[in-house]
């Protein structure tokens, strides 16, 4: 088990351009999630894989949001023109059986200036 | 929709002791699971401890328990023997099914907890 790792850790941008991040997560993990967290907040909802199957999305991502699981495995996630209001940190989770738990990556924290 | 309600935004507690984080949660299922996650100033969410709904002990991990009382709703995590190491974010989460069996987590706004030497 090497975890869930995430890329890049920190990423700094201009309002906009265009960001991608990536999600590893657990090679035997077949659920992938998406949490967004800005500061004070817990971490909220964005959207779910299942295999390579993006099976749900929240209202809070956008039309400029869009991620991909191409094979099952890894996951990116894009954010087209971006706004100062996507500055958050990014989280990315894998779960697969018998855990109840997510297992969380260690984050991307966006800044757009 | 599912809420998490943690009440407590920052928590102060002298090492070696216990500490209660409160939790209450508002469902309508008959079926859920509840979380809590510790995170550091790193920022890594990690896994601390799970209660099912249909669980009839309350579950403990180490120096971790929770306090589960269904019929209030509530699922107060107990950090006993605080060390120095445990300062950090604490969330409350539950899991919500969702569409596609998503079975996501919704969370609290979270407590900072600060052990002092």
């Known amino acids: 088990d090497t975890g869930v790792s995430q890329d890049p850790r920190h990423k700094i941008t201009k309002r906009g351009q265009n960001v991608t991040f990536r999600c590893d997560p657990i090679?035997?993990?077949?659920?992938l999630y998406w949490y967004r967290q800005t500061l004070g907040q817990g971490p909220e909802f964005l959207t779910y894989?299942?295999?390579?199957?993006?099976?749900?999305k929240s209202r809070l991502l956008s039309d400029r949001f869009s991620a991909e699981r191409p094979k099952g495995s890894f996951s990116t996630l894009e954010i087209q023109r971006t706004e100062q209001g996507d500055s958050a940190m990014y989280l990315c989770?894998?779960?697969?059986?018998?855990?109840?738990?997510?297992?969380f990556g260690p984050g991307t924290r966006l800044t757009v200036l | 929709a599912q809420k998490i309600t943690q009440t407590q935004p920052g928590m102060f507690v002298q090492e070696k002791e216990a500490v209660t984080l409160d939790c209450t949660y508002d469902?309508?299922?008959?079926?859920?699971?509840l979380f809590w996650y510790k995170q550091p100033s790193s920022g890594e969410m990690i896994f601390l401890i799970y209660?099912?709904?249909?669980?009839?002990q309350n579950a403990t991990e180490g120096r971790y328990s929770l306090n589960f009382q269904k019929a209030r709703k509530s699922a107060n995590l107990v950090i006993s023997a605080s060390q120095l190491g445990d300062s950090a974010m604490y969330f409350c989460?539950?899991?919500?099914?969702?569409?596609?069996?998503?079975?996501?987590?919704?969370f609290g706004k979270g407590t900072k907890l600060t052990v002092n030497p």
């Open positions: 090679s035997e993990h077949n659920r």
């Open positions: 469902t309508s299922d008959q079926s859920y699971g």
């Open positions: 989770a894998s779960r697969g059986l018998p855990h109840n738990e997510q297992f």
């Open positions: 894989f299942q295999n390579e199957a993006q099976l749900e």
């Open positions: 209660q099912g709904s249909y669980d009839e």
């Open positions: 989460a539950m899991r919500e099914r969702g569409r596609g069996g998503s079975e996501k987590l919704v």
